[in-house]
């Protein structure tokens, strides 16, 4: 127990190796944290775990006696974490443990106040059609300090209201929902105009905000879906018809997806099922019943991935329903589908092309479960429409990610991997490839997830620090698109040279 701070000042979780090893969700650390001064305090965490993220949930009683959550994800592996946490004047203290992966943790240190803070607005870039007006709503992270107002560029003043999340939260991922007056950003006028939220103490955050007169016709839409920590994404094709890529849980697509489908008239003609988990399939049956899509019994399925590709699309032809048992990789869903000029390539699924199934890729800290094998062999697809790329991330973890990056360099198609537009699954937050994303140098990148996601290492430290302060700094990368704060997304193409995308936020 040398090892330790002081601070730590009662646990119940197990001793190894100079460390408190929380195994259990009984299990638990107390500290007291002594603050100076209200404000943001840097706390160091000493760790390691076996898993791909550890999501360590506490709760800290204030010198007031008023409480607030603490949700901190730490990656894999034995290092150092510091995290910034909202402290009171006086002594403060901390219950924490580690409701579901085994952590070891050898020491805990207050760094005293820190000043490292990102502010930010989602979505960086706006877009507004005066001919279909829309509510203006935006994610502000703010750090508990209030919005002094917002102007353009030209110096208008933009009326605005702010909705602050309750005080319960000690993390850095501190919100404020602001809704900017319509009749204010309409009188603008047709432009391209650079909007500055200043806050109380002078700091100020950019956003851009484009004003067009009409909403331009465009070929094919796709509509990716915000129904929290779940995939569902809506494929609206040239031709006419509608492709529906998972349905969310039970909740997502009775309250997201089918009201937009039936609000918007839209039928479905084709459903693709990622892989056979609850927060994928929801609903399904009831959905491809409503719209008279047929799906094959488990004999006819089992017979399509052992048959050649010429047999195999043929035979596919005559249904409406895919899903992982049914596919093998790089499998052209174009030719089975007619998909009005679109060209999607399976690139990940349960079958190699000669029908051998997936082996699961293992890292020493990815367990090798049944949960894990349907997130592995999930379908992720590369979807291209005249030169526009869409890939869609299904819920593979970075070592497929990885595989995929090896299959297209053994087949000397790097190039191919290029997309403008990528779906980063709900599992993006706790595990995914730095290398994959700035492979497919993605002009927007679309992650499905609540506010738990500014509490995920991986989003946090590696993507943030390995992809966007690299990309935002000039290249290619535009906006990072997370649903709990955008809301649905709806990119609409013409071609890779003529496409734009907006949020709708609920």
């Not at 000029?341 to 699924?349: A, D, K």
């Not at 997370?482 to 709708?504: P, Q």
Request: with cysteine.
């Amino acid at each position: 127990m040398k090892t330790f701070s002081e601070t730590i000042i009662d646990f119940c979780a197990g001793e190894k190796e100079n460390g408190l090893l929380l195994a259990s969700k009984d299990n638990y650390i107390d500290v007291d944290f002594t603050a100076e001064k209200d404000g943001y305090y840097a706390i160091e965490f000493n760790y390691s775990h076996e898993d791909t993220e550890s999501l360590v949930k506490g709760e800290i009683t204030y010198p007031d006696g008023t409480t607030a959550v603490l949700f901190e994800g730490f990656p894999h592996g034995s290092e150092k974490s510091v995290v910034n946490l909202f402290l009171k004047q006086g002594v403060s203290h901390m219950h924490f443990c580690a409701p579901w992966e085994l952590v070891l943790v050898k020491d805990i240190k207050n760094l005293g106040l820190t000043e490292s803070f990102e502010y930010g607005i989602s979505p960086n870039n706006s877009l507004y059609f005066c001919d279909a007006p829309k509510t203006m709503q935006m994610r502000l992270k703010n750090y508990r300090k209030e919005l002094a107002g917002i102007k353009t560029d030209t110096g208008v003043q933009i009326p605005f209201e702010i909705k602050q999340k309750p005080l319960d939260d000690a993390c850095t991922a501190f919100m404020a929902d602001v809704t900017l007056d319509a009749d204010a950003v309409k009188a603008l006028g047709e432009g391209v105009y650079t909007l500055t939220y200043t806050l109380c103490d002078g700091t100020e955050i950019s956003q851009t905000l484009t004003i067009k007169k009409e909403t331009p016709k465009t070929e094919f839409k796709i509509v990716n879906f915000d129904v929290g920590c779940a995939n569902s994404t809506l494929l609206m094709l040239p031709n006419g018809k509608n492709m529906l890529v998972d349905s969310a849980t039970d909740d997502g697509a009775r309250d997201v997806v089918i009201p937009y489908l039936e609000k918007n008239s839209i039928n479905i003609d084709y459903y693709l099922l990622t892989h056979f988990h609850g927060d994928h399939n929801g609903l399904m049956d009831e959905i491809l019943e409503k719209y008279g899509i047929e799906k094959p019994n488990q004999e006819e399925a089992d017979k399509l991935v052992t048959a050649d590709k010429a047999t195999r699309e043929n035979y596919l032809k005559n249904f409406g329903y895919l899903d992982s048992t049914m596919l093998c990789f790089y499998d052209e869903l174009h030719n089975v589908w007619d998909l009005g000029g679109v060209t999607i390539e399976v690139l990940n699924s349960r079958y190699y092309e000669n029908g051998k199934p997936l082996k699961v890729y293992k890292y020493p800290f990815v367990k090798n479960n049944e949960h894990n094998y349907e997130n592995s062999t999930s379908v992720s697809f590369m979807l291209d429409y005249n030169g526009f790329r869409y890939y869609h991330g299904a819920d593979n973890y970075a070592f497929s990610q990885n595989r995929i990056i090896a299959d297209f360099a053994r087949m000397d198609r790097e190039n191919e991997l290029n997309c403008h537009h990528f779906f980063g699954n709900h599992h993006f937050i706790c595990n995914t490839s730095a290398e994959f994303v700035n492979t497919l140098n993605p002009c927007t990148v679309f992650v499905p997830s609540g506010d738990e996601i500014q509490c995920r290492s991986t989003y946090t430290r590696m993507y943030k620090n390995e992809v966007e302060k690299y990309y935002f700094s000039g290249k290619r990368l535009t906006d990072t698109l997370i649903s709990g704060e955008v809301g649905n997304v709806r990119v609409c193409v013409n071609s890779g040279d003529d496409w734009y995308y907006e949020n709708l936020p609920k």
